[in-house]
């Protein structure tokens, strides 16, 4: 049976480990000074190297060769017994699939036991953030006084997931994502050793698609090397991984840039007619337009466009603003995500270009001569409160003259100015419409939305009024968190998706159990004003003399307090 690359060119020393050079540096000063931890954490993404360091530093603490600096020398008895899997005294645990306390506690009972060929017991536990909260604190003992001929290693994708009580007693190493450059040349090494015939383009657009993780970087060289008969080109790549060539994404951008929609949707669909995956095209717009974006800020261009683009790119991220750049970079970054449980695969990628190339001011369910949403809340109108003199029982005073009761130095206020009425705006839709489309628009909702769909599940579409659709809600506080703006939004983008038409969307309130809707908040009632007095009126009646009241009364008894007159 053949060995997979990514097993076959494992790094054997610390010197082949690509790309993180920090750690190396670390484990090697340790070794070096007899420093070493009793606890290690390796943190980082998948594929950049991990547990191939655990095992390199489980050969270099147990290596015979008398010179530090040679560990590991793969040459002794226990850096072969590694290497070829047979040594007792390294052991390897996926928390994965063990993950009970269980587990743990048998652990415990086998670290006491010294180690029976090497000097020490390296304990490597991938995937440690599995583990139950159970088993961590069952764990946690161990970490804490560990015996000395033993040594953890914990390895983990999510370091987050991991209790600070066991975090505290690891020294931590952080693994980086492998660098590009340094990706491509180890392709290009264990392609040469391979026999295969490789692209550089090629080995360049593997590793643009690897991400960062050396091992998927490796398993996918193996698996086009299958593919293509040991002949690894640019087409091989792309159809293997679906992706759209470099024409379709330049091409889309220039119809982005004129904002030509029916010209990038054309672009769209072609691609997908020819095989190309939605989701690999969309992250192909991103990291072109963001390679755009760069260049536009002034940036050098990307190491990873080809020379022959190059002239292309510059001249196409001059004709975008690094805003519109910006906005379509999240956009077809999120149509990327979408484009996962779509029923429509290559529908996120639609919206996604359609939404970049309109104007910012139609992108949104407003449209250009359509009015703009309503606030949030409509204002009541105002109590009328009686004026002092009024409340006195004085006579309102004519226009003029100053009321008597009214200060001697008035304040001039402005006469009130009337704008002219305005047309009241007339919808696009009507209410059976939105009916018909109301439990669609529910469903689109749990997709973006789980508790908005929830909220929307208790109301209900009452009226079109004022170009606006009011929908009403038995309890104020489902209006009220609907109403708010992120879910206004999302409601309104919805019912426009569904009707193809612009949605403006009103939050209001049943009134009691007839089913009617009240659109304005109940309003505050206004303080009743309290009559004012003339200096000269004598108060109606007088206040009862301190010694008659029962609190002073209380207090002279009990406390022995003194009533002082003035």
């Given at each position: 049976?053949?060995?997979?690359?990514?097993?076959?060119?494992?790094?054997?020393t610390f010197d082949?480990?690509v790309?993180q050079?920090?750690?190396?540096r670390?484990?090697?000063?340790?070794?070096?000074?007899?420093?070493?931890?009793h606890?290690?954490?390796?943190?980082?993404p998948?594929?950049?190297?991990k547990?191939?360091?655990?095992?390199?530093?489980?050969?270099?603490?147990?290596?015979?060769?008398?010179?530090?600096a040679?560990?590991?020398?793969?040459?002794?008895?226990?850096?072969r017994?590694?290497n070829?899997?047979?040594l007792?005294?390294?052991?390897?645990i996926?928390?994965a699939s063990?993950?009970?306390?269980?587990?743990?506690?048998?652990?415990?009972?086998?670290?006491?036991?010294?180690?029976?060929?090497?000097?020490?017991?390296?304990?490597?536990?991938d995937e440690?953030?599995?583990?139950s909260?159970?088993?961590?604190?069952a764990?946690?003992?161990?970490?804490?006084e560990?015996p000395?001929?033993?040594?953890f290693?914990?390895a983990?994708t999510e370091?987050?997931?991991?209790?600070?009580t066991?975090?505290?007693?690891c020294?931590?190493l952080?693994?980086?994502?492998?660098p590009?450059?340094?990706?491509v040349?180890?392709?290009?090494?264990v392609?040469?050793?391979?026999?295969?015939q490789?692209?550089?383009?090629?080995l360049?657009l593997?590793?643009?698609h690897?991400?960062?993780?050396m091992?998927d970087a490796e398993?996918?060289?193996?698996?086009?090397?299958?593919?293509?008969d040991?002949?690894?080109?640019?087409?091989?790549?792309?159809t293997?991984?679906?992706?759209?060539?470099?024409?379709a994404?330049?091409?889309l951008?220039d119809a982005?840039?004129?904002?030509?929609?029916?010209?990038?949707?054309?672009v769209?669909n072609?691609?997908?007619?020819r095989?190309?995956d939605p989701?690999?095209?969309a992250?192909?717009?991103?990291?072109?337009l963001?390679?755009?974006m760069l260049?536009r800020?002034?940036?050098p261009?990307?190491?990873?466009?080809?020379?022959?683009l190059?002239p292309t790119v510059?001249?196409?991220?001059?004709?975008?603003?690094?805003?519109?750049l910006?906005?379509?970079?999240?956009l077809f970054g999120?149509?990327?995500?979408?484009?996962r449980?779509?029923?429509q695969?290559?529908l996120?990628?639609e919206?996604?270009?359609m939404?970049?190339?309109?104007?910012?001011e139609?992108?949104?369910?407003?449209?250009?001569?359509?009015?703009?949403?309503s606030?949030r809340r409509?204002?009541?109108?105002?109590s009328?409160v009686?004026?002092p003199?009024?409340?006195?029982g004085?006579?309102?005073?004519?226009?003029?003259r100053?009321s008597?009761?009214?200060?001697p130095t008035?304040?001039p206020?402005?006469?009130?100015?009337?704008?002219p009425?305005?047309?009241?705006?007339?919808?696009?839709?009507s209410l059976?419409?939105?009916?018909r489309?109301?439990?669609?628009?529910?469903r689109l909702?749990?997709?973006v939305?789980?508790s908005?769909?929830?909220?929307?599940r208790?109301g209900?579409?009452?009226?079109?009024?004022?170009?606006?659709?009011?929908?009403?809600?038995?309890?104020?506080?489902?209006?009220?968190?609907?109403d708010?703006?992120?879910n206004?939004?999302?409601?309104?983008?919805?019912?426009?998706q569904?009707?193809?038409r612009?949605?403006?969307?009103?939050?209001?309130?049943?009134?009691?159990?007839s089913?009617?809707?009240?659109?304005?908040p109940?309003?505050?009632?206004?303080?009743?004003?309290?009559p004012?007095?003339?200096?000269?009126?004598?108060?109606?009646?007088?206040?009862?003399?301190?010694?008659?009241?029962?609190?002073?009364?209380?207090?002279?008894?009990?406390?022995?307090?003194?009533?002082?007159t003035n």
């Amino acid at each position: 049976m053949a060995q997979a690359l990514y097993r076959k060119w494992r790094p054997q020393t610390f010197d082949e480990v690509v790309g993180q050079e920090h750690v190396v540096r670390t484990l090697r000063n340790a070794l070096l000074s007899g420093r070493v931890h009793h606890a290690y954490l390796f943190a980082g993404p998948r594929g950049t190297g991990k547990t191939t360091t655990a095992r390199l530093l489980a050969k270099a603490v147990n290596c015979l060769d008398p010179e530090p600096a040679n560990r590991p020398c793969n040459q002794c008895a226990i850096c072969r017994a590694i290497n070829e899997g047979r040594l007792m005294d390294l052991i390897e645990i996926d928390a994965a699939s063990n993950t009970s306390v269980e587990d743990v506690r048998e652990l415990r009972e086998r670290v006491g036991y010294r180690p029976s060929e090497a000097r020490y017991k390296v304990y490597i536990i991938d995937e440690v953030h599995m583990l139950s909260t159970a088993a961590f604190n069952a764990l946690l003992k161990t970490l804490e006084e560990p015996p000395s001929h033993a040594i953890f290693v914990l390895a983990t994708t999510e370091p987050h997931r991991i209790p600070a009580t066991v975090l505290s007693r690891c020294q931590r190493l952080d693994f980086r994502r492998v660098p590009l450059a340094d990706m491509v040349a180890r392709l290009r090494r264990v392609a040469e050793q391979e026999g295969i015939q490789a692209e550089e383009d090629a080995l360049s657009l593997i590793a643009r698609h690897a991400t960062g993780s050396m091992r998927d970087a490796e398993s996918l060289l193996d698996q086009l090397a299958a593919y293509t008969d040991r002949v690894v080109t640019v087409e091989a790549v792309r159809t293997a991984l679906g992706t759209g060539d470099e024409g379709a994404v330049l091409a889309l951008t220039d119809a982005l840039a004129a904002r030509d929609v029916g010209r990038g949707l054309a672009v769209i669909n072609e691609a997908a007619d020819r095989g190309a995956d939605p989701r690999q095209f969309a992250r192909q717009m991103t990291d072109h337009l963001r390679a755009l974006m760069l260049i536009r800020l002034g940036a050098p261009v990307p190491l990873y466009i080809p020379d022959s683009l190059r002239p292309t790119v510059q001249s196409q991220a001059a004709r975008f603003t690094p805003r519109q750049l910006a906005r379509a970079v999240r956009l077809f970054g999120q149509a990327a995500s979408d484009a996962r449980a779509a029923w429509q695969p290559q529908l996120p990628l639609e919206l996604a270009f359609m939404e970049a190339a309109l104007p910012e001011e139609e992108a949104g369910p407003t449209r250009a001569g359509q009015p703009e949403p309503s606030p949030r809340r409509e204002p009541t109108a105002p109590s009328p409160v009686p004026s002092p003199a009024r409340a006195a029982g004085h006579p309102a005073a004519p226009p003029g003259r100053p009321s008597p009761a009214a200060s001697p130095t008035p304040t001039p206020t402005a006469p009130p100015v009337r704008e002219p009425p305005h047309p009241e705006p007339v919808a696009e839709f009507s209410l059976e419409e939105v009916n018909r489309q109301w439990n669609d628009m529910l469903r689109l909702l749990r997709s973006v939305n789980h508790s908005l769909e929830a909220l929307m599940r208790s109301g209900r579409p009452v009226s079109v009024e004022g170009g606006a659709l009011l929908i009403g809600f038995p309890y104020a506080f489902h209006r009220d968190k609907v109403d708010e703006e992120a879910n206004r939004r999302a409601v309104e983008d919805a019912l426009t998706q569904l009707l193809s038409r612009p949605v403006r969307v009103r939050c209001v309130l049943l009134a009691g159990s007839s089913g009617k809707p009240s659109a304005r908040p109940a309003p505050a009632r206004a303080p009743t004003p309290q009559p004012r007095t003339p200096p000269s009126a004598p108060p109606s009646s007088p206040p009862p003399p301190a010694s008659e009241d029962g609190l002073v009364q209380a207090a002279v008894e009990k406390l022995g307090a003194r009533v002082k007159t003035n």
